[in-house]
């Protein structure tokens, strides 16, 4: 619709200043086909915009409609170079912005010299989102929808309405408010550190050290650190043959080998227990 928007309001400007010829350069291949009836016009929305479209065209004395692609439309992306040069120029530079929503009229009895350059202008009303936190903090109010109910519910929690505050006065809350926020942050990472402690202390109290040096026998854990071996039945011992501890490492960690050679390692301690011959 937003094609139809546009193509109407340069027809209307080209039918005010009374132009003769028009060439048209549009990258919706819809609107471009529609208009050369290659396409039908279906959505029931877009049956007004199209014959309003017809009129304006028909009223100029020659009018060309060429589809262009979007990466070749090079008039198009000059102006949206010009917008975002005007938009970080430093000096202050008005524009005027067309604000209109365009309706064609439906009536299809009006003659077709009447028709044209009439369009009605709707003033579209953009709702305050706030305004219904605003109904409920102060005065309890929800709306009739009940899903927009339960999101008005929802959304209030976040929000505490201050009644008669200048700018100032919000800006100095809003600042309290970021400093709050910064000391429940530290809180919480002080809260989380002593827990994490306390967790390493319960699970310290259950650990048994385990020192071993060169030379010693020791068994192994035969899953998951063991998967050379292929396994038996689940009533095999967990422990696998015995080892000699080869070299010892300052982390806790070992390294093993068996009768035959093969060296197993680095193991962490707790893997390992001693072997008594």
């Excluded at 132009?19 to 279906?42: A, N, P």
């Excluded at 199209?50 to 004395?61: F, G, N, Q, R, W």
């Excluded at 102006?79 to 439906?106: F, G, Y």
């Excluded at 919000?170 to 989380?192: F, G, P, S, T, Y």
């Amino acid at each position: 619709m937003a094609e139809y928007q546009a193509l109407i309001l340069g027809l209307e400007m080209a039918v005010n200043i009374k132009m003769s010829r028009l060439k048209v350069f549009g990258d919706s291949q819809l609107v471009i086909r529609q208009l050369l009836s290659l396409y039908e016009v279906r959505k029931p929305e877009f049956i007004p915009y199209h014959k309003y479209a017809l009129k304006l065209i028909t009223s100029l004395d020659c009018v060309t409609l060429e589809h262009v692609p979007q990466k070749e439309n090079k008039q198009a992306d000059a102006l949206a170079n010009l917008a975002s040069t005007l938009a970080s120029c430093s000096e202050e530079i008005k524009v005027h912005v067309c604000q209109r929503w365009v309706v064609p009229p439906l009536s299809h009895d009006i003659e077709e010299k009447e028709q044209v350059g009439v369009v009605s202008v709707y003033e579209i009303e953009r709702e305050d989102w706030r305004q219904p936190l605003i109904d409920y903090l102060r005065h309890g109010k929800l709306p009739k929808d009940l899903r927009h109910k339960i999101e008005v519910r929802r959304r209030a929690s976040h929000f505490i309405y201050f009644q008669g505050l200048s700018n100032e006065d919000n800006v100095r809350l809003r600042l309290e408010e970021l400093e709050a926020l910064d000391e429940k942050h530290l809180e919480a990472q002080q809260r989380l550190e002593c827990y994490q402690a306390r967790l390493c202390r319960a699970f310290n109290k259950k650990v048994r050290p385990h020192s071993f040096q060169e030379g010693d026998l020791v068994l192994a854990v035969r899953r998951p650190i063991i998967m050379s071996k292929r396994m038996g039945s689940k009533f095999l011992s967990k422990w696998d043959d015995p080892y000699v501890v080869q070299e010892v490492y300052t982390n806790g960690s070992y390294k093993i080998v068996d009768e035959n050679g093969l060296r197993i390692g680095p193991i962490n301690g707790k893997f390992l227990k001693r072997y008594y011959a």
